[in-house]
T-cell receptor
Framework: AQSVSQHNHHVILSEAASLELGCNYSYGGTVNLFWYVQYPGQHLQLLLKYFSGDPLVKGIKGFEAEFIKSKFSFNLRKPSVQWSDTAEYFCAVQGGYNKLIFGAGTRLAVHP | NAGVTQTPKFQVLKTGQSMTLQCAQDMNHEYMSWYRQDPGMGLRLIHYSVGAGITDQGEVPNGYNVSRSTTEDFPLRLLSAAPSQTSVYFC????????FGPGTRLTVT
């Protein structure tokens, strides 16, 4: 069965610090990979996605993620976080029938 | 183009009551789905549909029913609400990338 593991449940950073959120998945076939963000009180928004091609994917708001097939990983990175990046971040794997399987989420708090 | 809309935004039910959460999309997507979000558990798939007249169970389908009579609408029914169904419910649609609605916060007392 598909599963997604996000290693950090809570991350606290100061503004301008670098961010890396880990995501590992298990799935036997070809997958599409996503990172979604949920700002407080809002619905999920797509940060970036990987379907195929260049394993380094750039998304909105300066985020990027790298797909490493051999490690079944899709880690999210941002070189310098801002207070406005405070949110919950979800990694998701899409297998058959467009079904998305989500990780448990990582709550990021950025302090000014 | 409203995207994915959900009603109501908030709902309080008593145990045993029934209700329907509404979801509609105007993007002509074949695929629609319902998730519930609980703290520390991410989003879990309840039911999904790959087109009008076709639905299937997700990871946590018990206590929920769905139907898909049109491409646009995908309502979620709770036949007899239980406190364990207190959650935030999100509807999504998309043929590859999924677009999420604003959510319904449901409390069952």
């Amino acid at each position: 069965a598909q599963s997604v593991s996000q290693h950090n449940h809570h991350v606290i950073l100061s503004e301008a610090a670098s961010l890396e959120l880990g995501c590992n998945y298990s799935y036997g076939g070809t997958v599409n990979l996503f990172w979604y963000v949920q700002y407080p009180g809002q619905h999920l928004q797509l940060l970036l996605k990987y379907f195929s091609g260049d394993p380094l994917v750039k998304g909105i708001k300066g985020f990027e993620a790298e797909f490493i097939k051999s490690k079944f990983s899709f880690n999210l990175r941002k070189p310098s976080v801002q207070w406005s990046d405070t949110a919950e971040y979800f990694c998701a794997v899409q297998g058959g029938y467009n079904k998305l399987i989500f990780g448990a989420g990582t709550r990021l708090a950025v302090h000014p | 183009n409203a995207g994915v809309t959900q009603t109501p935004k908030f709902q309080v039910l008593k145990t045993g009551q029934s209700m329907t959460l509404q979801c509609a999309q105007d993007m002509n997507h074949e695929y629609m789905s319902w998730y519930r979000q609980d703290p520390g558990m991410g989003l879990r798939l309840i039911h999904y549909s790959v087109g009008a007249g076709i639905t299937d169970q997700g990871e946590v389908p018990n206590g929920y029913n769905v139907s898909r009579s049109t491409t646009e609408d995908f309502p979620l029914r709770l036949l007899s609400a239980a406190p364990s169904q207190t959650s935030v419910y999100f509807c999504a649609s998309g043929n590859y990338e999924q677009y999420f609605g604003p959510g319904t916060r449901l409390t069952v007392t």
